[in-house]
């Protein structure tokens, strides 16, 4: 039930539950309800900050409204090796190409 928030501090949706790796025991993604749409994505742990006093899981490397673009998975239970990597490529790429501003040298 936790909102999940974008860079730009836009809401992009809520956490409806936590995939775990049950060969190793932490957790790998959670699965987020997209504002506005039925459809859902899966979020990254490393990708994530968790604000336990407002309970927002802060996404800086993409924006709200991007969300809606990650990579979906073909069964709804399980992830691919393939489908991992697109998915983190994804929200990794959104640290340089999210807006034209980041795409741009520092100095």
């Known amino acids: 039930g936790m909102t999940v ?12 539950d936590v995939w775990v790796d049950r060969a190793e025991p932490c957790t790998r993604f959670y699965e987020v309800s997209l504002s506005g749409s039925t459809r859902t994505v899966l979020l ?10 407002t309970r927002e899981v802060m996404v800086k490397s993409i924006f709200g409204s991007q969300f809606s673009d990650v990579p ?9 090796l393939l489908e991992e990597d697109r998915i983190m ?4 790429s959104g640290y340089m190409y999210a807006s034209p501003d980041r795409s741009e040298p520092f100095f």
Do not use: L, Q, S, W
Request: net charge positive; glycine share 8%; proline share 6%.
């Open 5 to 16: 928030v974008g860079g730009d501090n836009e809401i992009a949706g809520t956490v409806m």
């Open 44 to 53: 990254p742990t490393t990708c994530t900050r968790i604000k336990t006093k």
């Open 72 to 80: 979906a998975i073909a069964k709804p239970d399980r992830v691919t």
């Open 89 to 92: 490529a994804y929200y990794a």
